[in-house]
């Protein structure tokens, strides 16, 4: 468990600043998931593949490496961030 105390020379109170900053970074994080997974499945639908039968054939040299399959698997990885980020910050709780 990680913990952060953040202090401020304003009387204004942090804490609903830096919730609504949380909320407003998964807000954005959840938009680019959405634009992120239909990417992916316009992938899917253009080569009549899912995207883990793709990689399970792409990482065994099965495929041809071209472009779109490089953006195909940059698109893979990047929703793993994606997830990995909101995952993040969706669990801070504020200590008391």
């Known amino acids: 468990m990680s913990v952060l ?6 009387s204004r109170p942090l804490r609903p600043l830096i919730e609504a900053a949380i909320q407003n970074e998964v807000r ?3 938009a680019g ?5 239909a990417r992916l499945q316009a992938f899917e639908a253009e080569y009549n ?7 399970r054939r ?5 495929l041809a490496e071209t472009l779109t399959f490089d ?3 940059g698109e893979h990885r990047m929703l793993q961030r ?3 980020k909101a995952e993040t910050l969706q669990e801070i709780r504020f200590a008391d």
């Not at 998931?33 to 997974?37: L, S």
């Not at 593949?49 to 990689?55: A, G, P, R």
């Open 58 to 62: 792409y990482e065994r040299d099965e």
């Open 33 to 37: 998931i959405q634009r992120t997974e």
């Open 71 to 73: 953006e195909w698997v």
């Open 5 to 10: 105390k953040l202090t401020s020379s304003r």
């Open 49 to 55: 593949l899912s995207t883990e039968e793709f990689l």
């Open 28 to 30: 954005l994080l959840k």
């Open 82 to 84: 994606l997830h990995e």
